[in-house]
């Protein structure tokens, strides 16, 4: 094999192509999933960041029928690698997977097959891979290519870090003539540069697409009742919606899922105190059932291949921007509007610094975590575009406001804060930089408390001299200062606040500051309830007459009855863009039926005959 790859060829991505048809049942490639192709078939090493459901696992997938040999995928979860097993063996591919699920005949089967050249993808988790009686095996079959599936799990800096990933450098040492793809969905500057470092990669082509995701609509609010507040957006837009609820603690998860289901949402607890048998189910109901909401810390999700998740809520604040991005991207994999709900308040803040000053790591280390809470804090916080602020984080410009985001679609009011910020900084001079934010509001607001009064704070020159301002929104001032450096919380997590390097030109009247209005917060109803339950039909929305819907229903019923027979999700028999495609436009014979996007050879002969006679009813 050539040190060096090929320059592209028409006929290599004229192959592609071909099998791309005839597999897939798509006929042209998206973004730059033809380029990596062609690159990895011809034997070069690619390193991938594409945005969830902009098609990367194609970009190893496909090559890996290319070439000659078995490509090893490296998975770091067992549920992903059972899904693309599942959805690759109904398109006809020859895939298997090698992890602990197996029984031991089963693993000496798998053996066989890789052994035999019966199989054209393998996918391993990396702890399995890194044995030696795995490698040994491995240095006995020819080898078509090895994929590293989640390869920002590689850095040490990121929100899913796994020791195992760096020791996968061991690929370049003893397979150097194989060549290796490495796939993200999110990584920022730093993640890259790990990956490419730690992987071995540093003479990989690199692809970057963009990391915007123009279906999804992005709302953050200020968080008053966390719960009420989801409840309300719930019902107003996503009732009988598949979803995911994110949330912090274990215990956080089962009370909202407790609660969501005493209000009639079919929602399941998902963290890793809960028995494995119990974690398992409730993932298979959420993959194979539809409108499941999975309440979960962040422990759900990763690889998670649902495309119909039609939103991603977080009542709790996450710990980068990052991290946010990459949850937030499980919606609307399939393209179609999807929505990104966040709840955040100052005591997020200080619940997340006190976790990351009790988490391990050097300076360099927490000082990069926490540049990188400042900038989810100024998301959260920005009156301008959020896309903007986003795409922004990972070196991507968008020339012009998105206008699918809650800033977009209803612009936030903002006033001249200086005055009000000066009269907050200098209360937090004057009581010691010692006291968290409901004390100093209310020495603001001249409230005498027994608190206030022990420590004297009633004789500060600051002591009612806010009462321009109520508590709420002193509280947004201070959630606002906090994110823009003016104020600092305690690297122990108190919650105490202290005057920030950002301070000093504000309180000496050499700056002045744009603050958010804040508005009443969706849900919360003075102890009114929320909005009774409003469905909507989400996933026939773009269907133009109710021929074309109730045609769409038999065609999700047919699917349904399909998926159960062959013991996979309903989205590996076909995805609702393909189904939606075939209502409108009503194919009669499996010629029409193969025209249609995403119906490949294999599907096609397994499959038509059912579809066609669901659309000839009626």
């Given at each position: ?27 042209a ?94 996918y391993?988790?990396?702890e ?79 692809y ?17 009742n ?19 609820v ?8 089962d ?129 301008s575009?959020r ?61 005498r ?44 997590g ?40 409003r ?37 590996v ?17 499996e ?28």
């Amino acid at each position: 094999m050539p040190d060096r790859p090929r320059e592209p060829t028409p006929s290599t991505r004229a192959r592609a192509l071909e099998i791309l048809q005839r597999t897939w049942g798509y006929d042209a490639f998206r973004g730059d999933q033809g380029d990596v192709v062609v690159r990895v078939a011809e034997g070069g090493d690619a390193l991938v960041l594409m945005p969830t459901g902009g098609g990367k696992s194609l970009c190893y997938q496909l090559p890996a029928l290319l070439r000659d040999g078995t490509a090893v995928v490296v998975s770091p979860l067992i549920a992903l690698m059972q899904d693309q097993v599942a959805a690759l063996r109904e398109l006809g591919v020859r895939a298997r997977y090698l992890n602990s699920s197996l029984t031991p005949e089963a693993r000496r089967e798998v053996e066989d097959d890789l052994l035999a050249g019966r199989l054209d993808l393998v996918y391993v988790a990396p702890e399995r891979l890194l044995n030696e009686p795995t490698l040994a095996l491995l240095e006995r079959i020819p080898l078509a290519l090895f994929a590293i599936d989640e390869a920002h799990c590689v850095s040490q800096w990121g929100h899913d870090f796994r020791p195992e990933y760096l020791q996968l450098a061991v690929l370049a040492e003893r397979f150097p003539g194989v060549p290796r793809i490495a796939l993200t969905a999110t990584a920022d500057g730093v993640t890259r540069r790990e990956m490419r470092e730690k992987l071995r990669l540093e003479e990989a082509r690199t692809y970057v697409s963009s990391f915007d995701r123009p279906n999804i609509r992005y709302q953050v609010t200020d968080k008053r009742n966390a719960r009420q507040q989801f409840l309300a957006f719930y019902r107003e837009k996503h009732v009988g919606d598949a979803g995911i609820v994110y949330a912090m603690t274990r215990k956080t998860v089962d009370r909202t899922a407790e609660w969501l289901q005493a209000q009639g949402v079919d929602a399941l607890p998902y963290h890793a105190g809960l028995d494995r048998e119990v974690r398992a189910a409730h993932q298979e109901r959420f993959l194979r059932e539809d409108g499941v909401v999975v309440v979960a810390t962040i422990a759900f999700g990763m690889g998670i291949d649902k495309p119909d998740v039609r939103f991603v809520a977080h009542l709790d604040l996450p710990k980068s921007l990052e991290g946010y991005y990459q949850e937030t991207g499980r919606a609307g994999r399939d393209g179609a509007p999807a929505d990104a709900f966040l709840t955040y308040g100052l005591q997020d803040v200080v619940q997340v610094r006190r976790l990351l000053a009790s988490g391990e790591g050097d300076e360099a280390y927490q000082r990069v975590t926490r540049q990188r809470l400042e900038a989810l804090l100024g998301y959260c916080e920005t009156s301008s575009c959020r896309r903007q602020v986003l795409l922004r984080y990972f070196g991507e410009d968008l020339e012009h406001p998105c206008g699918n985001c809650d800033t977009c679609l209803d612009p936030v009011p903002t006033f001249d804060g200086t005055v009000p910020a000066q009269k907050l900084l200098s209360t937090v001079v004057r009581t010691g930089q010692r006291f968290g934010a409901g004390h100093l509001v209310d020495v603001l607001l001249g409230k005498r408390t027994p608190r206030v009064e022990r420590f004297g704070h009633d004789d500060v020159s600051t002591f009612g001299i806010g009462r321009d301002l109520d508590e709420h929104a002193w509280r947004s001032v201070v959630r606002q200062l906090v994110a823009s450096g003016h104020l600092v919380t305690d690297d122990e997590g108190h919650g105490s606040l202290r005057v920030g390097p950002a301070a000093a030109p504000l309180l000496k009247g050499e700056t002045t500051l744009e603050l958010r209005e804040d508005r009443a917060a969706p849900g919360t109803t003075g102890g009114r309830t929320a909005p009774a339950p409003r469905r909507r039909e989400a996933a026939v929305a773009d269907l133009d007459d109710d021929d074309d819907r109730a045609r769409f229903e038999r065609l999700r019923a047919v699917r349904t009855e399909l998926a159960r027979e062959a013991g996979v999700p309903p989205y590996v028999v076909f995805h609702d863009a393909t189904l939606r495609e075939m209502a409108v436009r009503r194919p009669r014979d499996e010629a029409g039926l193969a025209d249609i996007q995403g119906v490949g050879a294999a599907k096609l002969a397994r499959y038509g005959a059912r579809f066609l006679a669901a659309l000839a009813e009626g």
